[in-house]
């Protein structure tokens, strides 16, 4: 009696065709919500941006009103007053009293305060915190740091035009309201009798601006009317008081050309993406400062705006697992309907299972995580100096005194991997210090995880502003743990952890990028561009900072930093490259395939004692490459293509047993085509499918 093929029964069709929509639908599902969560994400961190760029103006217009409040205030006492020379015991009293403001001053008109007293201006401030009092002179002379003074006889109450104060290096803005006889001068149009300034510290204003969560890498930084650059991590630029039109031919603020519109006196609020600017500038959004016409625009790093690249990976695979799957059955449906062949059958399953393995690696290429959420990652001064300034911050509130941050750098001349944990570098490396560090810190290097370490002096001079300068050439082994298992479409991140200049001397090493012509991660900058790196690729490298707990002081009393200590590091960034790991290791592997898909053709026309010899001997081949494979990574893990090598043996064992089962059947019965057509037809589907499922277990 016959038996009935499965393939042959009528639930076959409707099942493929349940599959096909389960498959299909499963796609479009997967497909739709890795959209939206792109789009959703998108929207939400622009809300988020908004909402900070927004705040963050409106509380450096809320200072602005509070000290505006004050002024306006005491200016009124001062009209209000009757006898003039009573107005230096108001001002000493009410500068004591209101800690809203920073300096107050009360200035007259030239022998307005008495016949025959020219200049009169009492002038209180405590900028830096230490009170102070001057008696301003020469202020009705016609010179533009008096603006303070003459504008507001002609415009009234007038917030000035940010400018740097040197004696206390800090950059201020003065809020000055004029001041009059009587009330009844004032309502009557009077001149005034003279102005009440009181000088703000920039700091002061844009402290909101360092509290800003604008990514790993964003800032805030604040333009004035007239286009000056007042408020930038890095106070050099600040200091200067760069304008716009010069500060657009910088690398660094290339940018600002691109975003002309934040300068329009009628902005309210704009954000700019890749569209407008490039990749590596990243996002930027601006707004205007309240009571003010001054530009706050906000740099925001492209870390804010990436989804997790570890579940964008794992979405990816999920549709194209659901895409292969749709595949698949409207393929086999095709086959039961005799639409197609089964050559056909057979070439396009393998054919889509080999081009949906391609886009897993693909994505497990292209979507992995290498940093840690918590790392800072340091590519700009902006970037450096907006940690060290949040870092001081935050010792502050610990009760620690600020920490001395010590200039290092580095340059890498090669590199070599010894073992498969093992990495031997070279090259050189220094640090500055500056005239009152150079006296107290004792210059040395040292650099964390090593295991074999040689560190020699070749330089040490003077800097011209007092300075030290040390330089040193190093050779280490460093040893950390690295993963294989995705051997060859793998990563490898090697750290170069620096020691702490003096550990327990509360110092902090920062990276010396003013030496680096570039700083992007893709530059390269403290990598020689000769280096030479055999079977990799380098991808990026970068200073960043490693935040390291620790649950010992070292027997160091002054080590405070023990919970959470911010270890300067050097990542090297590097991927394999595919050729060498092709030829070595998956050429064989393709070549083992073919020879065994070969045994198998040949079933039909070999003897069993010959199929079982060449099947053997195909074994023993993978065997082999197999040790080969495991004699050159030096690891104990499994990797991605060794599984490969069991796969061949399973397969291998497989076949032999269909071969035996074939020709004893051939020999009983006469007809064995049920074997030859198992094994002949099938081989292929089987053998992707398998490689598809294992690259998915690996790489999801």
């Given amino acids: 009696m016959r038996v009935q093929d499965p393939w042959e029964s009528r639930l076959t069709t409707p099942l493929l065709v349940l599959f096909l929509a389960i498959s299909a639908l499963g796609f479009l599902i997967n497909g739709f919500y890795q959209v939206q969560q792109t789009h959703s994400f998108g929207q939400k961190v622009r809300e988020q941006v908004k909402t900070q760029t927004m705040n963050a103006a409106h509380e450096v217009g809320a200072e602005l009103k509070t000290i505006m409040k004050s002024v306006d205030r005491f200016a009124t006492e001062v009209t209000a007053t009757p006898d003039k020379t009573f107005v230096t015991k108001l001002l000493e009293d009410e500068f004591a009293v209101n800690e809203d403001i920073y300096s107050l001053n009360v200035t007259f008109h030239p022998y307005q305060y008495l016949p025959n007293v020219r200049y009169f201006s009492p002038y209180y401030e405590r900028l830096t915190g230490v009170e102070r009092k001057y008696n301003l002179l020469d202020y009705d002379k016609p010179y533009k740091e008096f603006s303070w003074y003459h504008r507001p006889l002609k415009e009234g109450p007038i917030w000035t035009e940010p400018y740097y104060e040197p004696q206390n290096n800090v950059l201020m803005t003065t809020y000055s309201v004029p001041f009059y006889q009587s009330k009844e001068a004032k309502r009557e149009g009077a001149q005034p009798l003279g102005v009440v300034p009181s000088d703000v510290s920039l700091d002061t204003l844009t402290a909101s601006l360092k509290q800003l969560d604008l990514g790993l890498g964003g800032y805030g930084i604040l333009f004035s009317e ?41 902005l309210t609020y704009l954000f700019f993406n890749g569209e407008t600017l490039s990749n590596s500038e990243h996002y ?16 925001m790093s492209a870390d804010m705006f990436a989804m997790d690249r570890d579940e ?36 396009l399953l393998s054919i889509t299972l080999i081009l949906s393995t391609s886009l897993v690696l693909e994505f497990a290429r292209s979507f992995k995580t290498l ?4 790392n800072v990652v340091i590519t700009t001064q902006a970037q450096r100096e907006a940690f060290s300034s949040s870092y001081s911050d935050r010792l502050e509130t610990m ?9 290092t750098g580095l340059y890498v001349e090669s590199l070599e991997f010894v073992s498969a944990n093992n990495v031997h570098l070279t090259g050189h490396a220094w640090q500055k210090f500056n005239a009152q560090q150079s006296a107290f810190i004792e210059p040395k290097l040292a650099f964390n995880h090593t ?34 298992s ?15 200049a003096d550990m327990g001397g509360n110092v902090i090493l920062v990276p010396d990028l003013e030496s680096y012509e570039k700083l992007s991660k893709m530059d390269n ?13 380098l991808k990026s490298s970068y200073f960043k900072y490693r935040f390291e707990s620790y649950n010992t002081n070292f027997g160091l009393d002054t080590f405070f930093n023990q919970n959470v200590a911010p270890e300067l590091n050097y990542n090297i960034n590097i991927e394999r490259e595919f050729i060498g790991p092709f030829v070595t290791t998956l050429l064989p592997v393709m070549v083992m395939v073919c020879l065994l898909y070969a045994c198998v053709v040949s079933m039909k026309y070999t003897p069993y004692g010959d199929l079982r010899n060449n099947i053997t001997a195909v074994v023993f081949t993978i065997l082999l490459a197999h040790y080969s494979i495991r004699e050159h990574l030096q690891i104990d893990e499994v990797v991605y293509f060794e599984i490969f090598y069991f796969l061949l043996y399973l397969v291998s064992s497989i076949f032999m047993l269909i071969a035996h089962q074939y020709y004893k059947a051939k020999e009983e019965t006469g007809d064995g085509r049920i074997y030859k057509r198992l094994a002949n037809i099938w081989f292929w589907p089987v053998m992707t499918i398998s490689i598809f499922i294992i690259t998915i277990l690996t790489y999801y």
């Fill in 226 to 266: 007239q286009q000056s650059l007042i408020s930038h991590p890095v106070f050099s630029h600040v200091r200067e008081m760069e304008r716009l039109e010069n500060l657009i031919k910088e690398p660094e603020f290339a940018y600002l050309a691109k975003i002309s519109g934040c300068f329009e006196d009628d």
């Fill in 312 to 347: 964008r990976r794992q979405n990816n695979i999920h549709i194209i697992s659901w895409g292969a799957a749709s595949f698949i059955f409207l393929i086999l449906l095709l086959t039961r309907l005799r639409k197609l062949t089964w050559t056909q059958n057979n070439v």
């Fill in 525 to 537: 900058p403290a990598v020689s561009p000769d280096i030479v790196l055999d079977e990799w690729q």
């Fill in 451 to 484: 295991v074999n370490s040689k560190i020699d002096e070749v330089y040490r001079k003077d800097l011209q502003d007092g300075g030290l300068l040390v330089g040193w050439h190093f050779s280490i082994e460093t040893r950390q743990q690295f993963d294989y």
């Fill in 371 to 374: 940093e840690k959420t918590d």
């Fill in 284 to 299: 930027a959004a601006c707004t205007k400062v309240p009571h003010t016409n001054w530009t706050l625009i906000t740099r």
């Fill in 486 to 500: 995705k051997y060859p479409f793998d990563h490898k991140s090697i750290e170069l952890s620096f020691n702490e």
């Fill in 399 to 407: 009760h620690v005194a600020k920490p001395e941050y010590v200039a």
